[in-house]
């Protein structure tokens, strides 16, 4: 009753924030921002400039990310690694029917390039060795401003509201690996996982009316949208600018086990399973604003919870090969199952003086193989140069494809150098590419005009490691 009273009286004043209530679906915009589209395409420098190939190699502590008996390859007592990833974009939306383009770039104060930490610290004593750290899983970010053609509702009608995301995914995992005998290694771990969205996107007339009429639309707002006057579109805004603090975030968990094993002195097998994510719901404020023709910008608050957003899991198979004194190679074929957790994303609103709706945004995304290859060429006693490639089948859709989700690179090349400075002390880096991969969208649900996006990426990573 607080509801119905509260939108007639905005009906009449400016026409009812019940279409704000539609853009609760762009919520779902927020996946993931790195490579291999939620997930970063290597943990740790070492990985990162061998491709990504993780499974069967000593990648330092980052390996506890990937397959966690691999910390048994580890030769000093104790180690201790701190490190920062930088992620720098090149992202570009074509409107087909006009031509225009919008291109992400710093317009917001927490946009890209996105900077994520990495710390951990290893102990090993007899057959065991265990760990923990603090990393970035992966994210997405995307900041196209106020002014483009995505800022355009039906009827080219211009907001001044602005489209743009930023996921980050933070790990913190605890792992343990035994050495079982020469030749076997055994691991497991635990993670801790944090994952925050902001979000701000605007959902075009043409949108909303293809998602009620899919069925995708349900809740006590949805009968009052037909009050509105002259509904043009919704927005919904939920982002803070801090460097980490999100709109909506949520705590959960995930598990991996790993092992390795010894072929011969030089050959070495290894495979590892990471669990789908358990999170919570992700929760937080947000604003929904309904944008009418007659009416004008009807901004309604309230509370937004997006269900069952998850990370994948992923089962890993990986040989390395030492090929001479100096060279190594290392080869992975990972399956990642994403069908399982992005067919739909759900969100619900709540606002603040009562009603809800609820949203189911088509995603459907497939599981996706990805080949690793890898190289490490030890030049000296102190350098090391590595390199390698990384190749993953498409997992987005072009039909449900989002222009904030620009999450489909799929073609790596890395390059990388590590440096002892001292017994026990090392510098790491790695720089890999992502090529520009492009994707159509023909129209709604998820773009009201058609559109080509396009992505390229360059990630770096800088580690140092200090054994002790």
């Known amino acids: 009753m607080t509801t119905s009273r509260q939108i007639s009286r905005a009906c009449a004043r400016r026409s009812a924030g019940l279409a704000a209530t539609i853009t609760v679906l762009l919520t779902g915009a927020g996946t993931a921002q790195a490579t291999d589209v939620f997930r970063l395409e290597?943990?740790?420098?070492?990985?990162?400039?061998?491709?990504?190939?993780?499974?069967?190699?000593?990648?330092?502590?980052?390996?506890?990310?990937?397959?966690p008996a691999t910390l048994s390859l580890m030769t000093a007592d104790n180690a201790l690694q701190v490190g920062l990833d930088l992620v720098t974009t090149d992202i570009k939306v074509?409107?087909?029917?006009?031509?225009?383009?919008?291109?992400?770039?710093?317009?917001?104060?927490?946009?890209?390039?996105?900077?994520?930490?990495?710390?951990?610290?290893?102990?090993?004593?007899?057959?065991?060795?265990?760990?923990?750290?603090?990393?970035?899983?992966?994210?997405?970010?995307?900041?196209?401003?106020?002014?483009?053609?995505?800022?355009?509702?039906?009827?080219?009608?211009?907001?001044?509201?602005?489209?743009?995301?930023?996921?980050?995914?933070?790990?913190?995992?605890?792992?343990a690996s035994v050495k079982v005998s020469d030749a076997l290694t055994l691991g497991a771990g635990i993670d801790a996982v944090w994952q925050g969205l902001n979000l701000d996107l605007l959902l075009a007339a043409d949108q909303v009316g293809s998602l009620i009429g899919a069925g995708r639309v349900s809740g006590a707002l949805l009968p009052v949208l037909g009050g509105l006057p002259d509904l043009r579109g919704a927005h919904f805004s939920l982002t803070r600018n801090s460097p980490v603090a999100s709109g909506v975030s949520a705590w959960g968990y995930t598990a991996r086990v790993g092992m390795t094993y010894?072929?011969?002195?030089?050959?070495?097998?290894?495979?590892?399973?990471?669990?789908?994510?358990?999170?919570?719901?992700?929760?937080?404020?947000?604003?929904?604003?309904?944008?009418?023709?007659?009416?004008?910008?009807?901004?309604?608050?309230?509370k937004i919870r997006i269900h069952d957003f998850e990370m994948p899991a992923m089962a890993s198979l990986g040989i390395s090969q030492r090929v001479s004194d100096r060279l190594d190679v290392a080869v992975d074929l990972s399956r990642v199952y994403w069908s399982s957790v992005m067919k739909d994303i759900k969100v619900a609103f709540v606002a603040d003086g009562g009603g809800d709706l609820a949203i189911a945004l088509p995603q459907n995304y497939r599981d996706q193989t990805i080949l690793a290859m890898g190289a490490a060429y030890r030049a000296d006693e102190r350098l090391t140069l590595r390199g390698g490639f990384r190749i993953a089948q498409q997992a987005l859709r072009g039909s449900t494809l989002f222009a904030v989700i620009p999450a489909i690179p799929r073609r790596h090349l890395a390059i990388g150098v590590g440096y002892a400075l001292s017994d026990r002390s090392s510098l790491d880096f790695a720089w890999s590419h992502a090529f520009e991969e492009r994707m159509d969208n023909a129209g709604p649900p998820n773009t009201s005009a058609a559109i080509a996006v396009s992505h390229a990426q360059d990630n770096a990573t800088l580690v140092y490691t200090y054994r002790f």
Request: charged fraction near 15%; hydrophobic fraction near 40%.
């Open 94 to 175: 074509r409107n087909e029917a006009t031509g225009e383009h919008a291109s992400s770039d710093a317009h917001g104060q927490n946009r890209g390039p996105y900077f994520a930490p990495q710390v951990a610290y290893g102990r090993h004593r007899g057959t065991w060795s265990i760990g923990a750290g603090l990393f970035a899983q992966g994210g997405l970010g995307t900041e196209y401003g106020r002014d483009s053609f995505l800022s355009r509702a039906s009827g080219n009608l211009d907001t001044g509201l602005g489209n743009s995301s930023r996921l980050l995914v933070l790990n913190i995992p605890l792992a």
């Open 262 to 302: 010894a072929l011969s002195s030089d050959s070495r097998l290894g495979a590892a399973y990471t669990a789908r994510s358990r999170m919570a719901d992700m929760d937080g404020r947000a604003t929904l604003t309904a944008i009418d023709g007659i009416a004008g910008q009807i901004a309604l608050p309230g």
């Open 42 to 67: 290597g943990f740790g420098a070492i990985s990162r400039g061998m491709g990504g190939a993780a499974m069967a190699y000593d990648t330092g502590l980052a390996g506890m990310m990937t397959n």
